[in-house]
Nanobody, 123 residues
């Protein structure tokens, strides 16, 4: 059974930082592209960042320069370091795994999802 478990969300003031983690079990991690998505109330789930099997990274324009995605294959964990947080970053953040090694920005291209972790940024 495939499981993705996120952690690290919380409440932070604008300008602050958080680090999200996603531990993956039940599937081959090193061959999988990993993505972070977010969903704010009343909005569609959107791509935030992705990392390919070989470490290539991709970001949404809204987070470029502030967020950093990384992976540790030995720990079967993906990370999202979020700096200079803004109130508009408030959302539930989800990690997701693909059956392929290349990143996609499309929600439907990811097979496995975590349960989500709430990030709230106060002004």
């Amino acid at each position: 059974q495939v499981q993705l478990v996120e952690s690290g969300g919380g409440l932070v003031q604008a300008g602050g930082s958080l680090r999200l983690s996603c531990v993956v079990s039940g599937r081959t991690f090193s061959d999988s592209a990993m993505g972070w998505f977010r969903q704010a109330p009343g909005k569609e789930r959107e791509f935030v960042a992705g990392i390919s099997w070989n470490g290539d990274t991709y970001y949404a324009d809204s987070v470029k320069g502030r967020f950093t995605i990384s992976r540790d294959n030995a720990k079967i964990t993906a990370f999202l370091q979020m700096n200079s947080l803004k109130p508009e970053d408030t959302a539930v953040y989800y990690c997701a795994a693909r059956n392929f090694g290349l990143v996609s920005r499309l929600v439907g291209d990811y097979r496995n999802w975590g349960q989500g972790t709430q990030v709230t940024v106060s002004s």
